[in-house]
């Protein structure tokens, strides 16, 4: 497998998650804090910070400070677009 496909596959693996595609989900809607996020997916924060970690890192996610919160929210347009591409696919189901 070479670089790109790895990265690919890494990304697919990145939003394969439930949590993080329904973290995402969330995001779609508004940008929202931690807590924000545990409260409507009734999660525990630890879980939901790592996955946001990994969503951030992956670029699905961007975060800024608002004094003592932190805000994430969908980082680019293309990431809603991807969003609406397998929620399309989906509806084909294999």
Not at 48 to 58: A, G, R, T, Y
Request: aromatic share 4%; with cysteine.
């Amino acid at each position: 497998m070479n670089k790109i496909e790895k990265d690919e596959v890494d990304l697919l693996k990145c939003v394969g998650n439930e949590i993080r595609y329904r973290i995402l989900q969330h995001l779609r809607e508004e940008e929202k804090c931690v807590s924000e996020i545990m409260e409507s997916l009734d999660k525990e924060q630890t879980l939901i910070s790592h996955h946001l970690k990994s969503l951030h890192k992956c670029g699905f996610v961007k975060k800024e400070k608002e004094g003592r919160k932190v805000i994430y929210r969908i980082s680019d347009p293309i990431v809603l677009e991807f969003m609406e591409k397998i929620k399309e696919l989906s509806e084909r189901k294999c």
